[in-house]
């Protein structure tokens, strides 16, 4: 195996251990395993030649995320903020030391560390088509549970919230996925009440 392959298989086997199972095509899959799978897969989409940082970068941008839960911290806005930059902080270091086991040196590594912070968002090309493909696997996979135990005016600001950081490309692409009938109102009611 190559670098490339060696890190898959490294990101893959580490995000297997992932206890928690959801279900895909009939079968259920470790959750992490899943997403990463998800979003390698959306990344390809919106650009097929996608570079081999940004493809590494996608499989990992959530690496081992079941192991910092949420309810580890206050149960608060400064609680969930707090929560989401150490777990950013956590998928950097680990991808980053996964990739050196598999043979990778520090430039490609610094690259792909970078894409996981989003630290040149939104001005580099590579950091829009990773957000566009991760608020494209929310609003695919995990909108409508996230829907149906939210409050509606929570779930509106969310949409609201994701489609400021999408593309026109990739705001296109969610119109066209085959979501349910409420689920489509709820994005029509969030972009009609957007005013930014």
């Not at 992932?18 to 095509?25: I, K, V």
Request: aromatic share 8%; charged share 30%; hydrophobic share 45%.
């Amino acid at each position: 195996m190559d670098a490339f392959e060696k890190a898959i298989a490294l990101f893959d086997a580490e995000n297997a251990r992932d206890p928690n199972l959801e279900s895909a095509g009939g079968i259920r899959h470790p959750r992490e395993l899943l997403y990463a799978r998800r979003l390698t897969d959306w990344v390809l989409k919106l650009a097929p030649a996608a570079s081999e940082s940004l493809r590494l970068a996608a499989r990992c941008q959530h690496i081992c995320r079941w192991t910092i839960p949420r309810e580890t911290y206050p149960m608060t806005r400064a609680g969930y903020l707090r929560w989401r930059n150490d777990l950013k902080q956590f998928h950097a270091r680990k991808s980053a030391a996964l990739l050196r086991v598999a043979g990778y040196g520090e430039e490609m590594i610094a690259k792909v560390v970078d894409l996981n912070l989003k630290k040149n968002f939104p001005a580099e090309a590579e950091s829009r088509i990773l957000e566009d493909a991760l608020c494209l696997v929310f609003l695919e996979f995990q909108f409508a549970d996230l829907a149906r135990k939210t409050a509606a005016d929570k779930i509106i600001n969310a949409v609201q919230k994701t489609w400021r950081k999408m593309t026109p490309a990739a705001r296109e692409r969610a119109m066209s996925l085959p979501l349910g009938p409420e689920e489509t109102r709820l994005i029509q009611q969030a972009l009609e009440g957007d005013s930014e």
